[in-house]
């Protein structure tokens, strides 16, 4: 099954349906194998050796959906899941099992977009809008309006290497919001602190809203999800564990990682496993027509 695919099939009219999605991935362990030597020794001799591969389950199976308006933000520690989740609905990677399907092709833009940092500004505007697929018209069309939304006036015309982690943050969530995607993807792009950017961007983000859109933000500025998303899920180890009202699942993300910095793993456990007993999952039905529609069971 494709990664996304159209929603033709959907007796209901989302953004985005996500089908009991899984992922996982081998990678290289240097983790000892039963009856190796201990020690430095037995260090020495796995660095020399062909490495164990072993499975991470990155994504363990989901289902949820997302609805026009609606703008999704994604919290969770890292390798929580949240990047391989948004590569999927982007279309990026496949999933082992199950099926993303989207009303339009989503489009991403985060850290590892098209950009190159000995370039100035204005020239990664120019990169980061032809990845996306504008044409040299539709961005000269929207180039003031990339840059009065990034705030970086003259500093557009700076090598982006020598911009701040804010600067470039502001410059590539310009890039992002300047398409009107009904679907629109950013990965970690609005960790910022920029009080007038904030205001500007969500602006931006309510007209796209507003304009049938549906957005997902991965972000690890919590008072940026809370401030521009209008529900969070909570993500950790490949589980979703809460889908609901910003303010809410926020707080009980915090609590969690307050009580893990704290050493107090049985409680951080307990605020875990109360969060995934609250939540509602959602079901995609098979109809006798061959047609879907999803609910929450």
């Given amino acids: 099954m494709d990664a996304h695919s159209e929603l033709e099939f959907l007796e209901e009219d989302p953004c985005v349906v996500i089908d009991e999605v899984s992922m996982t991935y081998r990678v290289a362990s240097s983790e000892a194998s039963p009856g190796d030597r201990a020690g430095v020794r037995g260090l020495l001799r796995r660095a020399t050796a062909r490495p164990n591969m072993v499975t991470v389950n990155a994504l363990n199976p989901i289902s949820l959906v997302a609805m026009r308006g609606e703008s999704v933000g994604i919290v969770g520690r890292n390798g929580s899941g949240k990047s391989t989740l948004m590569k999927l609905i982007s279309g990026q990677v496949k999933p082992d099992q199950g099926g993303v399907y989207a009303s339009s092709t989503p489009i991403m833009l985060g850290v590892n ?10 020239h990664n505007v120019v990169l980061g ?3 996306m697929g504008l044409t040299h018209e539709q961005i000269q069309d929207r180039y003031e309006s990339i840059v009065e939304l990034s705030g970086l006036e003259k500093a557009i015309h700076l090598p982006m290497r020598s911009y701040s982690s804010g600067m470039s943050s502001r410059l590539r969530f310009a890039i992002a919001a300047s398409i009107d995607p009904e679907i629109l993807l950013i990965d970690e792009a609005l960790n910022t602190g920029d009080a007038q950017f904030a205001d500007r961007s969500r602006k931006r983000m ?18 940026t999800v809370i401030e521009m998303c209008s529900r969070v899920i909570w993500m950790d180890k490949g589980d979703l564990l809460m889908d609901g009202e910003p ?3 926020v707080k009980a993300y915090k609590d969690f990682t307050r009580q893990l910095s704290k ?26 027509t061959g047609r879907r529609s999803a609910r929450a069971s």
């Fill in 263 to 288: 050493g107090n793993n049985i409680s951080a456990a307990k605020i875990r496993n109360e969060a995934m007993k609250s939540l509602v999952p959602t079901q995609i039905i098979e109809r006798s």
């Fill in 113 to 122: 977009a098209a950009l190159v940092p000995e370039l100035p500004g204005d």
């Fill in 247 to 249: 303010r809410a699942v």
């Fill in 129 to 131: 809008c032809l990845a």
């Fill in 206 to 223: 309510d007209e796209l809203r507003a304009n049938a859109g549906c957005v997902f933000l991965v972000s690890h500025s919590l008072d």
